[in-house]
């Protein structure tokens, strides 16, 4: 099997747990190569994800760097064997990868959870609104490119039909009055809220102005894997976003999470809160 010429972000992510598992039992990339058998050039790609991995051979590397995580083990096996090729895919080439990269996350995980403070979740934007923010000029976008970034929000939005799908989302006050169209869409788009918001599948929460110590000043997103280790943080930086995976990362975004949604109100306050604003809008 050849090299990847194009490596997901899930092929990635399999990658560098393999190399946390080589690494938590002290081993240099040479050693490890040198003692299981495998070329170090292989096992190396095979650690960035640009060489697939068999289950089998997951499940080899994890026994002989004396991992006892069998969950760990076991979600990691599963991800080797993966060979969907998810709708997304359509768009490689078309759109900058982070959109891709965020898509199959979305995709793979059963549980999202967020914090918005000055722009509504790209999972509620309603069509209107999605167009009004590509309408930037600043972007400068040709008419092509932003219908293709339409139309992908629009697909993205399809994962809130899932029956096993959990979409826990708190937002704060200034995301919902920062108007980034007129008041007639500002209005429909908090409207569109309130509808995702009766799906049993979508949770929303808001934190108001008035909290006293509110300090978290950024956006979060956290997405569940199918063992905690392999939950992901995607932060958003001036550059793009990035994504976080480390432990320490992990554990310090979970608290934060946890600190928003004790801030927000609760969820018929929160629908009561956004309906009292569409009416004033």
């Given at each position: 099997m050849g090299a990847r010429t194009v490596i997901t972000v899930r092929q990635e992510r399999l990658g560098k747990e393999l190399r946390k598992l080589r690494e938590r039992a002290g081993l240099s990339l040479r050693e490890a190569a040198r003692a299981t058998g495998i070329n170090e050039g292989r096992l190396s790609n095979t650690?960035?994800?640009?060489?697939?991995?068999?289950?089998?051979?997951?499940?080899?590397?994890?026994d002989f760097y004396k991992a006892g995580d069998a969950p760990l083990i076991d979600a990691l096996a599963?991800?080797?064997?993966?060979?969907?090729?998810?709708?997304?895919?359509?768009?490689?080439?078309?759109?900058?990868?982070?959109?891709?990269?965020?898509?199959?996350?979305?995709?793979?995980?059963?549980?999202?959870?967020?914090?918005?403070?000055?722009?509504?979740?790209?999972?509620?934007?309603?069509?209107?609104?999605?167009?009004?923010?590509?309408?930037?000029?600043?972007?400068?976008l040709s008419e092509e490119q932003k219908e293709l970034r339409v139309a992908f929000r629009m697909?993205?939005?399809?994962?809130?039909?899932?029956?096993?799908?959990?979409?826990?989302?708190?937002?704060?006050?200034?995301?919902?009055?920062?108007?980034?169209?007129?008041?007639?869409?500002?209005?429909?788009?908090?409207?569109?809220?309130?509808?995702?918001?009766?799906?049993?599948?979508?949770?929303v929460r808001v934190v108001p102005f008035d909290r006293d110590r509110f300090t978290i000043s950024s956006p979060i997103l956290l997405l569940d894997g199918p063992v905690p280790q392999l939950d992901t943080v995607l932060r958003d930086a001036p550059h793009g976003g990035t994504?976080?995976?480390?432990?320490?990362?992990?554990?310090?975004?979970?608290?934060?999470?946890?600190?928003?949604?004790?801030?927000?109100?609760?969820?018929?306050?929160s629908r009561d809160f956004i309906h009292d604003l569409a009416r004033q809008t």
């Open positions: 650690e960035v994800g640009r060489f697939g991995v068999s289950a089998e051979r997951v499940r080899f590397l994890a599963a991800m080797a064997i993966e060979r969907v090729r998810g709708w997304w895919e359509e768009y490689r080439g078309l759109l900058p990868q982070g959109f891709l990269d965020l898509a199959e996350l979305e995709h793979h995980t059963r549980h999202v959870r967020s914090f918005e403070i000055v722009n509504i979740p790209g999972l509620l934007q309603s069509e209107e609104q999605v167009r009004a923010l590509y309408a930037d000029s600043s972007l400068a697909r993205r939005q399809q994962i809130l039909g899932r029956d096993n799908y959990r979409y826990e989302v708190v937002i704060h006050e200034a995301a919902l009055r920062i108007r980034k169209s007129d008041r007639k869409v500002a209005r429909r788009q908090l409207l569109h809220i309130l509808q995702q918001s009766e799906c049993p599948q979508v949770t994504l976080l995976d480390a432990e320490a990362q992990l554990a310090a975004y979970r608290r934060r999470i946890v600190d928003t949604q004790k801030a927000a109100l609760g969820v018929v306050e």
